[in-house]
């Protein structure tokens, strides 16, 4: 939703159309800010639109210039035009239809096509990845292998960018890799402990538009695709999960009054690693109690530079680490003595892509050169 932290904020009310056609009619309406006083502040940088916080009624269109400039997003035949001058530009789009293909373009800067979720059922794509943020090689091939996959919305498991989630980073290691994905996808991000070393996470907060309505804040918060919700959590706060503090009062709130026959948590720590970090036990003794209480299929996370998929599970929760989106890897344990849980592990660079499918839910671990390692389909 629009904040003081954007430049420039749009409402556009348009109609979405069938997968295939375009948006045509609609009504919009617009308002317009001068640049914040922390963005003169920073050497903007040009950023691509991309689309955040997808619902199925709604979305938003994002996208930075280097120089103040007009914004101009069009659909279909329509333009809108502000002629204020800004820098970081957010479009709000209203009364799309569930399960549509919704297509924009900023004229001279990008488009893309997204679809918006069904209100209950259908089937979904969607791509997992973590620890990200280096700009190397390896995470613009894997930037690759998750845009050919055609997802229709990310999770991203945290560390977006190295090594402290500077602001003057955010283009070359994660908005250049992943503009032709993000254009087209909306990114789920959590934050990681990397991405609160500066400015205790500012960039982070600034680059993302995230699901607030009832979280009251984009460090946590949770959002419903057809028959799955996923709760984004902030494992980096220190008070992370403690009695009466507002993000478990959150949590336990979403968790009991969610409908949807897939729960995943996901967040930035794992639960359980046999990497070389390891598991948090901050984690075990305050989420999985949570967790089992309320039926949460998977928690999901990164940190750990590999991948790693628990074979058993903690009455009916299930445990999957998936951070090899470009960062260093760093070699776990290896000694069966040392393991904390059995599980699945690989030193590789990787995304992990699922599918949902009403009762069925199916993971499958893809690598750098887009061959599949590890697959697991649960059906309930």
Same mark, same amino acid.
């Given at each position: 939703?629009?904040?003081?932290?954007?430049?420039?904020?749009?409402?556009?009310?348009?109609?979405?159309?069938?997968? !295939?056609?375009?948006?045509?009619?609609? =009504?919009?309406? #617009?308002?317009?800010? %001068?640049?914040?006083? /922390?963005?003169?502040? $920073?050497?903007?940088?040009?950023?691509?639109?991309?689309?955040?916080?997808?619902?199925?009624?709604?979305?938003?269109?994002?996208?930075?210039?280097?120089?103040?400039?007009?914004?101009?997003?069009?659909?279909?035949?329509?333009?809108?035009?502000?002629?204020?001058?800004?820098?970081?530009?957010?479009?709000?789009?209203?009364?799309?239809?569930?399960?549509?293909?919704?297509?924009?373009?900023?004229?001279?800067?990008?488009?893309?096509?997204?679809?918006?979720?069904?209100?209950?059922?259908?089937?979904?794509?969607?791509?997992?990845?973590?620890?990200?943020?280096?700009?190397?090689?390896?995470?613009?091939?894997?930037?690759?292998?998750?845009?050919?996959?055609?997802?229709?919305?990310?999770?991203?498991?945290?560390?977006?960018?190295?090594?402290? !989630?500077?602001?003057?980073?955010?283009? =070359?290691?994660? #908005?250049?890799?992943? %503009?032709?994905?993000? /254009?087209?996808?909306? $990114?789920?991000?959590?934050?990681?402990?990397?991405?609160?070393?500066?400015?205790?996470?500012?960039?982070?907060?600034?680059?993302?538009?995230?699901?607030?309505?009832?979280?009251?804040?984009?460090?946590?918060?949770?959002?419903?695709?057809?028959?799955?919700?996923?709760?984004?959590?902030?494992?980096?706060?220190?008070?992370?999960?403690?009695?009466?503090?507002?993000?478990?009062?959150?949590?336990?709130?979403?968790?009991?009054?969610?409908?949807?026959?897939?729960?995943?948590?996901?967040?930035?720590?794992?639960?359980?690693?046999?990497?070389?970090?390891?598991?948090?036990?901050?984690?075990?003794?305050?989420?999985?109690?949570?967790?089992?209480?309320?039926?949460?299929?998977?928690?999901?996370?990164?940190?750990?530079?590999?991948?790693?998929?628990?074979?058993?599970?903690?009455?009916?929760?299930?445990?999957?680490?998936?951070?090899?989106?470009?960062?260093?890897?760093?070699?776990?344990?290896?000694?069966?003595?040392?393991?904390?849980?059995?599980?699945?592990?690989?030193?590789?660079?990787?995304?992990?892509?699922?599918?949902?499918?009403?009762?069925?839910?199916?993971?499958?671990?893809?690598?750098?050169?887009?061959?599949?390692?590890?697959?697991?389909?649960?059906?309930?």
């Amino acid at each position: 939703m629009p904040n003081a932290r954007h430049a420039a904020v749009f409402l556009l009310v348009a109609l979405s159309v069938p997968l !295939g056609s375009h948006a045509t009619s609609g =009504q919009a309406s #617009f308002a317009a800010s %001068a640049a914040s006083s /922390a963005d003169q502040a $920073l050497a903007i940088q040009a950023v691509a639109p991309y689309v955040q916080n997808v619902t199925s009624t709604s979305a938003v269109i994002m996208w930075r210039t280097a120089k103040p400039a007009a914004s101009v997003v069009r659909i279909g035949a329509r333009e809108i035009r502000s002629e204020v001058a800004v820098t970081h530009h957010q479009v709000e789009l209203d009364e799309l239809r569930p399960g549509a293909s919704v297509s924009y373009e900023v004229p001279g800067i990008g488009k893309g096509t997204f679809r918006t979720p069904p209100q209950t059922s259908g089937k979904a794509r969607f791509i997992i990845v973590g620890d990200t943020g280096s700009g190397n090689a390896n995470q613009r091939a894997i930037a690759a292998r998750m845009t050919e996959y055609r997802p229709d919305f990310v999770l991203h498991v945290g560390d977006v960018v190295y090594d402290d !989630g500077e602001e003057r980073l955010y283009p =070359q290691r994660f #908005f250049t890799p992943f %503009a032709p994905l993000i /254009a087209n996808a909306p $990114l789920y991000p959590v934050i990681g402990n990397h991405d609160v070393k500066a400015e205790k996470g500012a960039a982070y907060l600034r680059a993302f538009e995230l699901p607030s309505e009832a979280s009251e804040t984009e460090r946590y918060y949770s959002f419903r695709w057809g028959q799955a919700e996923f709760f984004a959590l902030d494992t980096t706060d220190r008070d992370f999960l403690k009695p009466g503090t507002p993000q478990v009062e959150w949590l336990e709130r979403a968790l009991s009054r969610s409908t949807a026959t897939w729960k995943i948590a996901f967040g930035h720590h794992p639960v359980y690693s046999n990497g070389a970090d390891g598991g948090k036990p901050f984690l075990r003794n305050r989420a999985l109690p949570l967790f089992k209480r309320h039926g949460v299929d998977w928690y999901v996370n990164g940190h750990e530079h590999n991948y790693e998929r628990f074979e058993d599970h903690e009455d009916g929760v299930r445990f999957l680490v998936t951070g090899g989106g470009g960062a260093w890897l760093r070699p776990g344990r290896k000694k069966n003595q040392d393991q904390e849980k059995p599980s699945l592990y690989r030193d590789v660079y990787h995304f992990v892509a699922g599918e949902l499918d009403g009762n069925r839910l199916s993971f499958t671990a893809i690598d750098k050169e887009g061959k599949t390692f590890d697959s697991v389909t649960l059906t309930k």
